[in-house]
């Protein structure tokens, strides 16, 4: 249930909390046009699901995933309504297990050496480092890393244009979650050629 394969094409990950589908859908056209491959909803809003299946009908062509995933039923839901993948900020045995069941790509999330050691053992390789700057930010992943060379990250938290550019440079480091390019009120706003602008930018800085 390692989603790095289906995240291979994704250095930086779209994390957007989606309140009107028509937005959702306009903002997925938006990013998957300026050339990014892959967004992530999360579970925050009433809105979610039923975004994660416009777009996921509408744009066949961009990697859905569904975030912020706390119980077996949410990722039963998203699933069915499309999800490619899943992230979750944390595990359980019951994520593991739905997981398992679904045979859905999963990112769950891990801070500590014992929570990624206990998942790199039910075969997890790419896992979430969140929240990423509030949990010691770079220096300590690099750290912790160390010992643990069969695991890759995918930081999500706090990350702005510039640690973006240093979390990227870290060879462990997968790919990484961000919003800062996605602001509520940008997408509010409609403002989606200014959402574009950024993102061709950052594209080609990488």
Same mark, same amino acid.
């Given at each position: ?11 930086? %990950?779209? %994390?957007?909390?989606?309140?009107? %589908? ?13 050339? &990014? =491959? =892959? ?34 039923? #949410? &990722?039963?839901?998203?699933? #069915? ?15 593991? =297990? ?8 999963? %990112? ?18 790419? #896992? ?5 700057? #509030? ?47 996605? =602001? ?23």
């Amino acid at each position: 249930m390692d989603a790095g394969e289906i995240l291979a094409a994704s250095r930086i %990950v779209p %994390v957007a909390t989606i309140h009107q %589908v028509d937005q959702g859908e306009a903002l997925a056209e938006c990013l998957c046009d300026a050339g &990014m =491959s =892959s967004i992530e909803i999360t579970l925050r809003s009433d809105a979610a699901l039923a975004t994660i299946e416009r777009i996921a009908h509408k744009l066949p062509q961009m990697t859905i995933g569904v975030g912020s995933i706390r119980t077996a039923g #949410q &990722m039963k839901q998203a699933h #069915q309504a499309g999800a490619q993948f899943a992230v979750s900020p944390g595990c359980s045995e019951t994520l593991l =297990s739905m997981a398992d069941e679904l045979a859905m790509p999963f %990112v769950p999330g891990a801070t500590t050496p014992s929570e990624m050691i206990a998942l790199l053992d039910r075969g997890y390789r790419l #896992q979430k480092f969140f929240p990423a700057q #509030q949990a010691g930010g770079l220096n300590y992943l690099k750290a912790i890393a160390k010992p643990l060379p069969e695991v890759r990250f995918f930081p999500t938290g706090g990350i702005d244009a510039t640690l973006a550019a240093e979390y990227l440079a870290f060879d462990k480091v997968a790919c990484i979650g961000g919003s800062w390019f996605i =602001s509520d009120d940008k997408v509010a706003a409609g403002d989606f050629q200014s959402i574009s602008n950024s993102v061709k930018q950052i594209l080609a800085e990488l």
